[in-house]
């Protein structure tokens, strides 16, 4: 280094700008999102299913029993799956109208 490049102050650094994101780029991420697959263990760690653990996902799988995709012997689920499988467990709340009308 010179004498000048040590001896000179340090400069202030200038401040990133924030990226502004468009529609369509947060459409792609989207649509991403929907591509990418999911092993077992995460789906069990993000907690997006109810299961307890990754052997009894992977072995409900085995048996047809979830929705998956076997790629290569390799089970993964997409976004798509774990949608499907909450719907599947989802419970519809009971109509009050029909039990007051039934009971009189």
């Known amino acids: 280094m010179t004498a000048k490049a040590t001896a000179a102050p340090p400069t202030a650094a200038r401040k990133a700008k924030p990226r502004r994101t468009s529609e369509s780029t947060q459409r792609n991420a989207s649509e991403e999102a929907d591509l990418r697959r999911y092993t077992p263990e995460e789906v069990i760690e993000y907690r997006w299913l109810p ?16 929705h998956c995709h076997k790629d290569g012997g390799v089970i ?16 519809a709340p009971i109509d009050l109208t029909k039990r007051v009308r039934s009971a009189a």
């Open 76 to 91: 993964t689920f997409t976004a798509e799956d774990i949608r499907q499988e909450n719907a599947r467990h989802a419970v």
């Open 51 to 66: 299961y307890k653990s990754a052997r009894v996902l992977r072995e409900k799988a085995y048996k047809h029993e979830v």
